[in-house]
């Protein structure tokens, strides 16, 4: 009797259950669409497209095949512009954690108590995104041009000999990086230590711990997240960055990223299957790295 009951039940719950699974699944389906048209297709495009071969025929022309070639060809080639690119954005990912965890650290933590005087310095943490990003960096490259303010200081000092600008080497391309995405940093550390309870802080100053001992045991871990989220918002978008390495800007030819290499193959010399090679080893060692650095900060479930 009771099995004939708990049947019953079952029963009448399935068409529940298969009725919300439908308007789930109906919910998704613009996402989906969105996903399939803008990301999957675009990517089966890049990757047919990398593996064109030369037209026998027709000089220009690139015709579809398994020309696996391209991609040790574009390894070969542009090493030396890869191995930049990752030092320039993993350096300038550290520069902007400098910078960015004491910004989000005294808007979140010093500031809380001053909700106005907080929520002007988030204004101006994110104002920057209110002027186009090339302006931004046509900006700098006035500042350290050779009439610059910058290198005639720095000239009067004896650091910069006559006529010799900040701009073209890989101190600018890296300043460049680092101040345009120094929100992307400051902003994700910045929501995990405004939602930190400072209760835990002052628990460790009533256990006799100095300052760094509660920064290093108490505010640190528990800012991990965003660290992380800042760490990868900024490493992979500098990684792939073409506009402040490019000679239009604060870069040279000495300054050349991979970024660069893409735009050029793309617009310019129009090869596209090196330059969609490129493209997508650029995103498999991406993938990679900030794997590694996910697996080892310990942080896998926030992925």
Same mark, same amino acid.
């Given at each position: 009797?009771?099995?004939?009951?708990?049947?019953?039940?079952?029963?009448?719950?399935?068409?529940?259950?298969?009725? %919300?699974?439908?308007?789930?699944?109906?919910?998704?389906?613009?996402?989906?669409?969105?996903?399939?048209?803008?990301?999957?297709?675009?990517?089966?495009?890049?990757?047919?497209?990398?593996?064109?071969?030369?037209?026998?025929?027709?000089?220009?022309?690139?015709?579809?095949?398994?020309?696996?070639?391209?991609?040790?060809?574009?390894?070969?080639?542009?090493?030396?512009?890869?191995?930049?690119?990752?030092?320039?954005?993993?350096? $300038?990912?550290?520069?902007?954690?400098?910078?960015?965890?004491?910004? $989000?650290? #005294?808007?979140?933590?010093?500031?809380?108590?001053?909700? +106005?005087?907080?929520?002007?310095?988030?204004?101006?943490?994110?104002?920057?995104? #209110?002027?186009?990003?090339?302006?931004?960096?046509?900006?700098? %490259?006035?500042?350290?041009?050779?009439?610059?303010?910058?290198?005639?200081?720095?000239?009067?000092?004896?650091?910069?000999?006559?006529?010799?600008?900040?701009?073209?080497?890989?101190?600018?391309?890296? #300043?460049?990086?680092?101040? /345009?995405?120094?929100?992307?940093?400051?902003?994700?550390?910045?929501?995990?230590?405004?939602?930190?309870?400072?209760?835990?802080?002052? $628990?460790?100053?009533?256990?006799?711990?100095?300052?760094?001992?509660?920064?290093?045991?108490?505010?640190?871990?528990?800012?991990?997240?965003?660290?992380?989220?800042?760490? +990868?918002?900024?490493?992979?978008?500098?990684?792939?960055?073409?506009?402040?390495?490019?000679?239009?800007?604060?870069?040279?030819?000495?300054?050349?990223?991979?970024? /660069?290499?893409?735009?050029? /193959?793309?617009?310019?010399?129009? /090869?596209?299957?090196?330059?969609?090679?490129?493209?997508?080893?650029?995103?498999?060692?991406?993938?990679?790295?900030?794997?590694?650095?996910? %697996?080892?900060?310990?942080?896998?479930?926030?992925?």
């Amino acid at each position: 009797m009771a099995f004939t009951a708990f049947s019953s039940s079952t029963a009448a719950t399935e068409p529940v259950v298969r009725r %919300k699974s439908r308007a789930a699944l109906f919910l998704l389906l613009p996402g989906i669409f969105y996903l399939i048209l803008f990301f999957v297709t675009p990517l089966i495009s890049l990757v047919i497209t990398s593996l064109q071969a030369p037209d026998p025929l027709v000089f220009g022309r690139f015709v579809n095949a398994l020309n696996w070639q391209n991609y040790a060809a574009v390894i070969e080639l542009y090493g030396e512009q890869s191995v930049r690119s990752a030092g320039y954005a993993a350096l $300038a990912t550290l520069f902007a954690l400098l910078i960015g965890f004491p910004l $989000a650290y #005294f808007i979140g933590i010093t500031l809380r108590p001053y909700p +106005l005087l907080q929520s002007l310095a988030l204004v101006l943490v994110i104002a920057p995104f #209110f002027i186009s990003f090339l302006l931004r960096t046509l900006a700098w %490259k006035q500042i350290f041009s050779t009439e610059g303010p910058v290198s005639g200081i720095l000239s009067s000092l004896g650091v910069l000999g006559p006529g010799q600008a900040i701009t073209g080497t890989a101190f600018s391309v890296i #300043f460049g990086l680092t101040y /345009n995405f120094i929100p992307f940093m400051t902003l994700p550390i910045y929501a995990t230590l405004a939602s930190l309870d400072l209760r835990l802080l002052e $628990a460790g100053n009533d256990l006799y711990g100095s300052p760094a001992t509660t920064f290093r045991t108490v505010t640190l871990p528990l800012s991990t997240a965003g660290v992380l989220a800042g760490t +990868l918002l900024t490493f992979i978008p500098a990684a792939g960055d073409y506009i402040n390495a490019s000679r239009e800007f604060l870069g040279s030819a000495d300054t050349t990223m991979i970024g /660069n290499v893409i735009e050029t /193959n793309f617009l310019v010399l129009q /090869n596209f299957p090196a330059a969609a090679s490129l493209s997508l080893l650029l995103m498999a060692a991406i993938l990679v790295l900030v794997a590694l650095y996910v %697996k080892r900060s310990g942080t896998e479930d926030l992925l």
